[in-house]
């Protein structure tokens, strides 16, 4: 960074402050700093479970964990219907994507408090973090979902009534409205979190909670007269159209659905794009 000295002023040509205007500067910038967000999704990716006895392989185990776990406690000690889909499909199909969504969200939520000692040093782009974040998480999905394909198969060649339709093509779709949601929820926790700590104590009961309210356990049918209020949840319609195209059964594609999902994604990112621009100016002072 270099100046021009005149009398009575100064000139820089390159100064480093906050962008008020969130919208016109930032994908430029994440752009620019592409190297550093594969660096970050790196970090995140390894470091997650790192000096553990069974290392990346737990990326692998807890899909597979997860399912064999709430099958037994839902399935077959509470017997929880799950419509006529096996049981190991219809918990697994909730988890593939149950799994991306929520450690986005929560990771998301932190972006402030535990990258403060970076962003307190260096300068780069601070969506550079929340945008790692989702990126790493994908890597996941994908292992997550392999083996999801790995387990439907054999369901089919089993002779299971398993049977992926036309819709499975809208998977990208299903997993860009959980991004945004993700996204966009997860840099209001954020920002929030800068003065109110409360919030992110919070976090992890409010994510609980959540998943209950979302039809990743049970289908909405099983609520009977209170189903409307899984109806509410704008994960719903995401989860349901992903079960119904993998799987043939289990959910739903509503077209209505996915439209209130995506209104809602849309909203919340942007809502929280432009708390986070005006955030990232002054969080130091109270993180």
Known sequence: MSKESHPGKERWDLVIGSDSSF???QLALLWRYR???LLLVKRDFTAQYKQSILGPLWHVLQPIVQTIIYATLFGFLLNV???GVPRGMFFLSGFVLWNFFAPSFTSISNTFVSN???FGKVYFPRMTAPIAVLFSNLIKFCIHFAIFLVVMLIYMGTG???HPTWYALLTPVYLFILALMALGLGLIISSLTTKYRDVSHFLPYFVQMLMFFTPVLYPPAQ???YEWILRLSPLTPVIEA???SWIGSGGQVS???LLYSTVFAIIVFFCGAWLFARMERSFMDTV
């Open 35 to 37: 190297d550093l967000i």
């Open 160 to 162: 299971k009534d398993v």
């Open 23 to 25: 919208f016109s500067s």
């Open 223 to 225: 609520w009977k007269q």
């Open 116 to 118: 403060a000692s970076i």
């Open 255 to 257: 077209g209505e659905g």
């Open 242 to 244: 992903f079960r119904y």
């Open 81 to 83: 219907s799950t419509e």
